[in-house]
């Protein structure tokens, strides 16, 4: 994309720098400060889900990096998700493990399931795929509500708040800032697997598996590697929903949920990294917006709060079906068409 | 009967491929189109044939008229119907489907005018092999058998005219004799023009009734097929032979000049 | 032995089922190169649309079915031509997104119009088990073979004898040359959805027959998923081949495996198909592609 005016990249460091001008660091601080302000002025309510959101965006990231970058189309994420939850939940509350140990392990945890399911990729690709990571999505979901002992079954467990020496993060404002910190760690080893050797990599058997592969890219080490990743970042950002909501249930890591992770990369654009910001942070906004209008359409119409959930898919499904049709590099080509907008204006070339 | 005038070919709305192409292919006759490679001519055959948008290609300018009527905007299925039938380069059967099928698939358009098994023997009479290879899977035929095929595919739906694209490529000049001569077989007996795109002049000329010759995107030249024939350039780039064999320095100063002047 | 040749004949006729599901997949994608994740929603819609006209508009049941298999066909049309016309040319996994968009609307659709309880056809077979073969069989199952038959033999022959089945064969060859011989790329896009819209209502009608009419019916679609791989993406034969042994895998592992492990037949079919598919990657009757750069 076009660099502003007088700013001219004449070293390599500088191509890859995440942050080039200064306009972009006081920007970035600004938004940083305004992130760590948001509990200040916003109600309880907000704050969850601004927090549920953050934990989205983590995983999303994940399957950005497995799908958007590596092009292993996967429709198991949500089960992935769920192994990072179901982990963190069981070693905080069963074994005792402290929370700051666990979330990391559940990472660790979902990205050797995904390891797993990744070791199908050696020998199929495409259509063929999307059966296994398919197949991993009702074996995992299948064992987590069938191993009651364990997990629960379709009742759910608890997954406790965390704590550091005696301070509790129990309230919602406290849980907030270990999910933003753990958002903004996120996105920049994100970032950098992206723009390093492993990203190009990742891209490359994206672009051309074949051709990559005869360049000298291990196919196999690096789309294992894509899945162990996309899934360890989809286990983290499940883990830490998993403990802001205090319980959790199968339910929320269905199938349907795969294909929403789906739908946040391809409405954001997939392959890159701020689309999986756009991305989710626009459904999330539609999916609130729409239950907003909704339970003030609900004194005039009784019961139209119901109609939420199956509204909310057909926009959801419309939306994808739209983006594809007419944006299929997503909200974030938008952005770069905007940046450039504003950078020339008012010349218009 | 076809009439190109003046048109223009954009890939990508960037790619500016042919540049101001004219070019009239008369009721019953053969006209050869030759040329080096990356020239245009199959992209010329697509705009007649209308396969360009399958590819991103847009004719951007002048127009395609065929047997009075303007074509360049109609879909290509229609093109096919009006009596347009394009054999693409590469001998491009249906690999899967068997010879029969091939030829069924080609009898698509005419599937309510006419009988499937009478336009079938109609094809057999010029290429009698295809009949023994009717059950076999095309995909398995040889190089000459293919090409026949994709020929007589075309032939079912009972074309005006004929958009050739070089049947010679690959093949044992014996197999290519025999399918000019059943090209100009059926020119004759079907009263359809052909359009041929070659890169063995020899072979094209010999059967043409008029050539035209492109380089980089437009006409170079164009004449009478015996004309072309005799014309020291062509002999020299397209068929090969050099009347200025011994003055091999001199003639590569003015090869390489004649040669500019061409391509300008 | 009597036990294990019942157990095959109820896994059979299951499967009969499956393998009608499984055949609205390989039409389309036999014929535009798609891969349907919504064809379970087209199901699920077919039933709907029987159960609409069936009870709340209260036709008779056999009127009903036909105008049903109308809609449906309509339907199919329709979503062609909304939603994949654009999308001709486009990268095989944007259409297949674009059918997951498909199978979310859809579903959101069924909701809305019908909620979330479930709802029962009329009774139109009798519950009293028939004796096929020495295994006692309900007769719906008996019709979804009769039904799988025929259906199997029409596209058989179908795709082997009339002009516009040879022409959604060619096209699946290659799209570029079925053009240059003039056949419509995209009517035979348009046909082949309505046609497997039309399967996907047959299936519908008799899944909501043997279970109820309700919105996770859209999850047969990927119940059958392991059929479809199975068998081979372009082959039918393989859909009634692939059909029949996800049954009857699926009726064994509940028989015998069920006591232990609950529901454990959901799941049988995809850990068998994976095992599967890493010993044979493109199914059992699938065309090996052969990539090159």
């Given at each position: ?11 390599y460091?500088?191509d890859m ?12 601080a600004?938004?940083i ?5 948001i509990p200040?002025?916003?109600?309880t309510?907000?704050?969850t889900?601004?927090i ?7 995983a999303a990231?994940?399957i950005?990096?497995l799908t958007?970058y590596c092009g292993q189309l ?8 769920a ?7 069981l070693?905080?509350?069963q074994?005792?493990l ?7 392990v559940?990472?660790?945890a ?8 990744g070791?199908t990729?050696?020998?199929?690709k495409g ?8 197949a991993?999505q ?10 009651t002992?364990v997990?629960?079954g379709s009742f759910g467990?608890?997954a406790?708040a ?7 993060f ?7 800032y ?6 903004l760690i ?8 992206v ?6 990599a990742f891209?490359?058997?994206?672009d051309?598996?074949?051709?990559a592969?005869v360049?000298?890219i291990h196919?196999?080490?690096y789309k294992?590697?894509?899945f162990?990743?996309?899934c360890?970042f989809a286990g983290i ?6 403990h ?8 929320s890591?269905?199938?349907v949920?795969?294909?929403w992770?789906l739908?946040y990369?391809i409405i954001?654009g997939?392959g890159?990294i701020?689309?999986v910001?756009?991305?989710v942070i626009?459904?999330?906004a539609?999916?609130?917006g ?5 339970s ?13 959930a199956p509204?909310m898919?057909?926009i959801?499904g419309l939306v ?7 944006e299929?590099r997503?909200?974030a080509?938008?952005?770069?068409i ?5 950078r ?6 | ?7 223009e070919v ?12 004219s ?5 019953r006759?053969i006209?050869?189109l030759l ?11 697509k705009?007649?044939?209308?396969l360009?948008?399958t ?6 300018d ?5 047997g009075?009527?303007r ?9 096919v ?8 380069e590469?001998?491009?059967?249906f ?8 030829l069924?698939?080609g009898h698509?358009v005419?599937r ?5 098994n009478?336009e079938?023997?109609m094809?057999f ?12 899977v095309?995909?398995?035929?040889s190089g000459?058998?293919q090409?026949?095929l ?10 005006k005219?004929?958009?050739l694209d070089e049947?010679?490529?690959g ?8 399918i000019f001569?059943?090209v100009?077989?059926?020119k004759?007996?079907?009263?359809a023009s052909?359009?041929?795109v070659?890169?063995n ?9 008029h050539?035209?010759?492109?380089e980089n995107?437009?006409i170079?030249l164009?004449?009478?097929a015996?004309?072309?024939m ?5 002999k ?15 003639s590569e ?8 002047r061409?391509?300008v | 032995m009597?036990v ?6 109820i896994?059979i006729a ?8 499984a055949l609205?997949?390989?039409?389309i994608?036999?014929?535009t190169?798609v891969f349907?994740?919504?064809?379970g ?6 039933a709907?649309?029987?159960?609409f ?7 008779p049941f ?5 105008l ?6 309509a ?9 994949l016309?654009?999308?001709i040319g486009?990268?095989?996994?944007a259409?297949?997104m674009?059918t997951i968009?498909?199978y979310l ?6 909701l809305?119009?019908?909620?979330v309880?479930?709802?029962?056809l009329?009774?139109y077979?009798?519950?009293?088990p028939?004796?096929i ?6 007769p719906i199952?008996?019709?979804?073979l ?5 259906l ?6 179908f795709?082997r004898y ?7 064969r060619a ?8 053009q240059s ?10 046909m082949?959805?309505?046609i ?6 047959v ?7 043997i279970?109820s009419?309700?919105?996770s019916?859209?999850?047969?679609g990927?119940k059958?998923l392991?059929?479809v791989?199975l068998?081979?993406l372009?082959s039918?034969?393989g ?5 029949i ?5 699926e009726?064994?592992g509940?028989?015998y ?10 799941v ?10 890493l ?15």
């Open positions: 994309m076009h660099l502003p005016c007088r700013t001219f990249n004449e070293t460091e500088q720098a995440i942050v080039r001008t200064r306009l972009q660091w006081i920007l970035l600004a938004a400060v305004f992130g760590l302000c200040l002025f916003t109600g309510y907000m704050l889900v601004i549920t959101t953050m934990s989205i965006i983590i990231l994940g950005q990096i958007g996967s429709v198991g994420h949500s089960a992935f998700v192994v990072g939850a179901y982990s963190s939940a070693l905080v509350s074994s005792g402290s929370f700051w140990i666990a979330v990391p559940a990472g660790i979902a990205g050797l399931v995904g390891l797993l399911v070791l990729s050696i020998r199929l259509f063929y795929l999307i059966i296994s990571t398919l991993a009702f074996i995992i979901m299948y064992v987590i509500i069938h191993w002992s997990t629960g467990m608890s406790p965390p704590k550091l020496g005696g301070i509790e129990a309230t919602t404002q406290s849980y907030f270990i999910v933003f910190i753990a958002l996120a996105t920049y080893v994100a970032k950098n697997i723009r390093t050797n492993v990203g190009r891209i490359a058997i994206r051309n598996d074949l051709a592969e360049m000298g196919l196999t080490a294992l590697l894509a162990f990743i996309g360890a950002g499940g883990a830490l929903a998993a802001a909501r205090g319980v959790i249930t199968p339910d890591y269905t199938l949920q795969s294909f992770y739908g990369i954001g997939l890159t701020t689309g910001f756009f991305g626009f459904v999330s539609l999916n609130n729409l239950a907003m209008f909704l003030s359409l609900s004194t005039i119409f009784p019961g139209a709060g119901s109609l939420l509204l898919l057909v959801f994808i079906i739209l983006f594809l049709t007419f299929p997503g909200l080509h938008r952005w770069q905007f940046k450039a907008y504003y020339l204006w008012p010349f218009s070339y | 009967m076809l009439r190109v005038n003046n048109i954009c890939y990508s709305e960037v790619i500016l491929v042919l540049k101001g192409v070019l009239d292919v008369p009721d006759s006209v050869a040329g080096a490679n990356g020239g245009g001519k199959t992209t010329l055959l705009a007649i044939s209308g360009l948008k590819e991103e290609g847009e004719v951007t002048g127009s395609i008229e065929f009075g009527k074509i360049d905007h109609i879909e290509p299925e229609q093109r119907s009006m009596g347009i039938s394009q054999v693409m590469g001998r491009m059967v690999e899967h489907l068997t010879v029969d099928e091939n069924e698939a698509y005419r309510r005018e006419s009988s499937l009478s079938r023997d094809v009479s010029y290429f009698p092999r295809l009949k023994d290879l009717c059950r076999q095309s995909g398995y035929l000459g058998e090409q026949m994709v020929i007589a595919r075309a032939l079912m739906a009972r074309p005219l004929f958009l049947p010679s490529m093949l044992a000049p014996i197999i290519v004799e025999e001569d059943i100009k077989r059926i004759e007996e079907q009263g052909v359009l041929l070659e890169q002049a020899v072979a094209a000329l010999s059967i043409a009734d050539g035209y010759v492109m995107g437009k170079v164009d004449g009478p015996s004309k072309l005799d014309n020291p350039d062509v020299e780039f397209y068929l090969g032979l050099s009347e200025l064999g011994e003055k091999k320095k001199y100063v003015k090869h390489y000049k004649r040669r500019k061409w391509l | 009597s294990i040749l019942e157990h095959l004949v896994g299951v499967g009969a089922v499956y393998s009608i599901v609205g997949f390989v039409l994608y036999k014929a190169g349907n994740l919504a064809q929603s087209l199901l699920c819609l077919g709907y649309i029987c159960y006209l069936s009870i709340t508009v209260g036709l056999y009127v009903s079915i036909i049903t298999l109308v809609v449906a066909f339907i199919g049309l329709l979503i062609e031509f909304v939603f016309r654009r999308m486009q990268s095989h996994l259409i297949l674009i968009g498909l609307m859809l579903r959101g659709v069924v809305i119009a019908w909620g309880y479930s709802k029962s009329p009774s077979l009798s519950a009293e028939i004796n073969l020495g295994a006692n069989v309900l199952f008996a019709l979804s009769v039904a799988a038959a025929i199997f033999a029409v596209f058989i022959l795709f009339t002009s516009i089945g040879v022409a959604m096209t699946q060859d290659n799209q570029q040359v079925a011989v003039g056949i419509s790329v995209k009517r035979v896009f348009g082949s959805w309505a497997a819209s039309l399967t996907a209502a299936g519908g009608i008799i899944v909501g027959t279970l009419v309700g919105y019916l859209d999850d047969f990927f059958v392991p059929a791989i068998g081979g372009e039918v034969p859909a009634l081949i692939g059909g042994i996800l049954g009857v895998v009726h064994f509940a028989a495996l069920g006591s232990w492990l609950i529901g454990i037949e959901d049988i079919p995809y850990v068998i198909l994976l095992v599967l598919l010993i044979v990657p493109y199914g059992i009757f699938g065309l090996k592609r052969i990539e090159r750069i």
